[in-house]
T-cell receptor, first 114, second 112 residues
Framework: AQKITQTQPGMFVQEKEAVTLDCTYDTSDPSYGLFWYKQPSSGEMIFLIYQGSYDQQNATEGRYSLNFQKARKSANLVISASQLGDSAMYFCAMRDSGTYKYIFGTGTRLKVLA | NAGVTQTPKFQVLKTGQSMTLQCAQDMNHEYMSWYRQDPGMGLRLIHYSVGAGITDQGEVPNGYNVSRSTTEDFPLRLLSAAPSQTSVYFC???????????FGSGTRLTVV
């Protein structure tokens, strides 16, 4: 069965510093997608970044990058130059290539300190 | 563009009542799903559909029904509400080309 694990319930980071949010996954499928979503206190879910299992390069989107280590089954999110607006809940998710089902981790609450 | 529209945004039910949460999308996405979000448990899949006329169960389907008669709509029915169904419900859609879900704004449901 597929599984996503986020072991950090909460994180603090100083403004302008970088922070890494951990995500490990488990699947027997060779083809899958990995995603990160942001949920601010307002409640909406915002898509941040995507990594395909066959992608050779780590995905980047602005200040977000995904540190993809396939052999270790990890897909950590790196946020560079943290801003106060980055304070939110962050979810790692994986998509099954066959059914398009997504499963989510339990989330990491990030607080950026001024 | 409306994207994914969920109604209502808030609802209070009494135990045993039934209701339908509505989800409509205008992006022609073939894949639609319902999740519930509870503190400390992330988002858990209730039911999903890969196209009109096709539905399947997710991780926590008990107490919920779905149908998909059109591409645009995917309603979630609570048959007999229980306090354990107090949660925030999200509808999410995608297609084969999209690299991520499009989420609705959520429905906060309280069962008393």
């Amino acid at each position: 069965a597929q599984k996503i694990t986020q072991t950090q319930p909460g994180m603090f980071v100083q403004e302008k510093e970088a922070v890494t949010l951990d995500c490990t996954y488990d699947t027997s499928d060779p083809s899958y997608g990995l995603f990160w979503y942001k949920q601010p206190s307002s409640g909406e879910m915002i898509f941040l970044i995507y990594q395909g299992s066959y992608d050779q390069q780590n995905a980047t989107e602005g200040r977000y990058s995904l540190n993809f280590q396939k052999a270790r089954k990890s897909a950590n999110l790196v946020i560079s130059a943290s801003q106060l607006g980055d304070s939110a809940m962050y979810f790692c998710a994986m998509r099954d290539s066959g059914t398009y089902k997504y499963i989510f981790g339990t989330g990491t609450r990030l607080k950026v300190l001024a | 563009n409306a994207g994914v529209t969920q109604t209502p945004k808030f609802q209070v039910l009494k135990t045993g009542q039934s209701m339908t949460l509505q989800c409509a999308q205008d992006m022609n996405h073939e894949y639609m799903s319902w999740y519930r979000q509870d503190p400390g448990m992330g988002l858990r899949l209730i039911h999903y559909s890969v196209g009109a006329g096709i539905t399947d169960q997710g991780e926590v389907p008990n107490g919920y029904n779905v149908s998909r008669s059109t591409t645009e709509d995917f309603p979630l029915r609570l048959l007999s509400a229980a306090p354990s169904q107090t949660s925030v419900y999200f509808c999410a859609t995608s297609n084969r080309a999209s690299h991520g879900y499009t989420f609705g704004s959520g429905t906060r449901l309280t069962v008393v």
